[in-house]
């Protein structure tokens, strides 16, 4: 039986088509979600899309964390469920508190979007086990509110509970996709929950699927065969 991987669709989401794709292509079902219905329609998995849910009113993600269906995600994900955070979705995951930290503006007050160089930090995650540690990848990035924050105790726990899922890479030209983009903590792009179940990042994987869009790579096709995989073997 194929692995049917739900996306919910927010007022404002502008990615869950693009995600819908990606999952598609890594060849699971995509079963589209509405964030007013409870219902997860027995999806084995949930993603949370990009976009500008609710318009980012109050805090991007702040509203959206109180639709229907995120009473249903917090309660699967707790036992359980894979569910993954993309730009706007890692911004609801801190706010359901299924991730820790915030979401801030970016530090230079812009909004931006380019290809995003980044390094694999944690490679056994239900989303990320096809990667190898290390591994240093092109994702395109788009975001306003993209800058990772949180306290130094919690930072700190997310260090040495190898919490950091991606990080961005430094030290080379921005123009190649090299610094933080945003100004977040320890340079932080992604994070993972103490089970590896739940993963927000910034970055967008589902524009980076196919060789003719996006980065013109392939390197954000993992994440969705990641979860195809584990879901199969589970």
């Not at 993603?47 to 849910?53: T, Y």
């Not at 230079?108 to 944690?122: A, G």
């Not at 994702?139 to 040495?160: F, H, Q, S």
Request: net charge negative.
């Amino acid at each position: 039986m194929t692995a049917r991987i739900g996306v919910v669709t927010f007022p404002g989401s502008l990615d869950d088509r693009d995600t819908q794709r990606a999952i598609k292509l890594a060849g699971a079902d995509p079963v589209a979600l509405w964030h007013k219905d409870k219902d997860l329609k027995q999806v084995d998995a949930v993603v949370l899309p990009g976009g500008f849910s609710y318009g980012d009113y109050l805090r991007a993600g702040a509203i959206s964390r109180f639709s229907p269906v995120m009473e249903t995600v917090i309660e699967q994900a707790k036992s359980g469920m894979p569910v993954l955070g993309i730009c706007n979705g890692f911004q609801i995951l801190t706010e359901a508190h299924l991730l820790p930290g915030a979401m801030l503006g970016n530090n230079h007050l812009h909004f931006i979007c380019r290809d995003q160089k980044l390094r694999v930090e944690n490679a056994d995650t239900a989303w990320t086990s096809d990667y190898e540690a290390g591994q240093e990848i092109h994702i395109p990035l788009k975001n306003m509110d993209g800058r990772y924050v949180a306290d130094e105790r919690t930072l700190d726990m997310l260090e040495a509970e190898g919490r950091v899922a991606f990080r961005y890479v430094v030290g080379g030209a921005a123009a190649d996709g090299y610094g933080n983009p945003n100004g977040s903590l320890r340079d932080i792009a992604g994070i993972t929950n103490e089970a590896g179940n739940v993963v927000g990042l910034m970055p967008h994987p589902e524009h980076a699927v196919e060789p003719l869009i996006g980065t013109g790579r392939t390197d954000g096709l993992p994440f969705f065969t990641s979860i195809l995989k584990k879901l199969v073997n589970a």
